[in-house]
Nanobody, 122 residues
Framework: QVQLVESGGGLVQAGGSLRLSCAASGRTFSSYDMGWFRQAPGKEREFVAAISWSGGSTYYAGSMKGRFTISRDNAKSTVYLRMNSLKPEDTAVYYC???????????????WGQGTQVTVSS
């Protein structure tokens, strides 16, 4: 199993941008489709975006499409999430995980990292 460490969150004003990073350990990172998820206070964790193992295909939840961009660097075992035009409703803890397929939206691993907090002020 791959160990995942998220970083890059912070406090930003509405309309601002952030880039999140997810560093993975383990030699098999490049074989996994990867995804970002988020959990807002009092809500279930939800799917945000996914990217294929090669980086050639991406998939986004509807409300994030056009504002967020997922990418990866297999040489660095890292997956990124660039978030633009942030809204207060994007406030959440953001997590990464492998996904069962780029369009499945289901996390592959039962264990999660600590996540990174994103707070968007109005």
């Amino acid at each position: 199993q791959v160990q995942l460490v998220e970083s890059g969150g912070g406090l930003v004003q509405a309309g601002g941008s952030l880039r999140l990073s997810c560093a993975a350990s383990g030699r098999t990172f490049s074989s996994y489709d990867m995804g970002w998820f988020r959990q807002a206070p009092g809500k279930e964790r939800e799917f945000v975006a996914a990217i294929s193992w090669s980086g050639g295909s991406t998939y986004y939840a509807g409300s994030m499409k056009g504002r967020f961009t997922i990418s990866r660097d297999n040489a660095k075992s890292t997956v990124y999430l660039r978030m633009n035009s942030l809204k207060p409703e994007d406030t959440a803890v953001y997590y990464c995980n492998a996904v069962r397929g780029i369009y499945s939206t289901d996390a592959r691993f039962a264990s999660w990292g600590q996540g990174t907090q994103v707070t968007v002020s109005s």
